[in-house]
């Protein structure tokens, strides 16, 4: 079965920073590019950022550009995201993803996690 | 960065019932658009990608359609646990973007 876990979400202060990981299991993890996407309390679905399946080439939401950083470890099957300079409006859950087909850039999202929560709160 | 807009924010409609759930793009996206399906306190579910191909799994009650700047989803006879909110996405161009949404509520 594919299953992506999330961790890492907790509480953290203004201007504080916070790495969330995301253990895949039961498909090529290195195969597939991954993306996080966030959701604020009764809000929805945010875009955050994307990394090929070889970590190469990343891509970010303009919300998030110069502050957080997606990387990947194939040979954990783990994806990441290291948030610095966190605000309150990066209060949120969030969900990593992965995309429908293996190489290319083909990002829709067929397998989501639960979600980690990130609370940015003084 | 391309906006999506959907319509309506609510539609309220009654079991058995056809829903038509629509998406405009601001700029073409081809036919890179996608549906997802959100119930509460879960993760979203993938239903259509690239405009008009069922996910796997997803039943035959849900279709997809359109190009360039308009899209529908149909759900052709609703089921009780089709209620949700559903969200489409393009993929055309970064950076990847989501509609706001409609929820799908039981008149």
């Known amino acids: 079965e594919v299953q992506l876990l999330e961790s890492g979400g907790g509480l953290v202060q203004p201007g504080g920073s916070l790495r969330l990981s995301c253990a895949a299991s039961?498909?090529?993890?290195?195969?597939?590019?991954m993306t996080w996407v966030r959701q604020a309390p009764g809000k929805g679905l945010e875009w955050v950022s994307a990394i090929d399946h070889s970590g190469g080439s990343t891509y970010y939401a303009d919300s998030v550009k110069g502050r957080f950083t997606i990387s990947r470890d194939n040979s954990k099957k783990t994806l990441y995201v290291q948030m610095n300079s966190l605000r309150a409006e990066d209060t949120a859950v969030y969900h990593c993803?992965?995309?429908?087909?293996?190489?290319?850039?083909?990002?829709?999202?067929?397998?989501w996690g639960k979600g980690t929560t990130v609370t940015v709160s003084s | 960065e391309i906006v999506l807009t959907q319509s309506p924010a609510t539609l309220s409609l009654s079991p058995g019932e056809r829903a038509t759930l629509s998406c405009r793009a601001s700029q073409s996206v081809s036919n890179y658009l996608v549906w997802y399906q959100q119930k509460p306190g879960q993760p979203p579910r993938l239903l259509i990608y690239d405009a008009s191909n069922r996910a796997t799994g997803i039943p035959a009650t849900f279709s997809g359609s359109g190009s360039g700047t308009d899209f529908t989803l149909t759900i052709s006879s609703l089921e009780p646990e089709d209620f949700a909110v559903y969200y489409c996405q393009h993929r055309s161009s970064w950076p990847l973007t989501f509609g706001q949404g409609t929820r799908l509520e039981i008149k």
């Open positions: 993803a992965k995309v429908g087909r293996p190489y290319g850039d083909f990002f829709y999202m067929d397998v």
């Open positions: 039961g498909f090529t993890f290195s195969t597939y590019a």
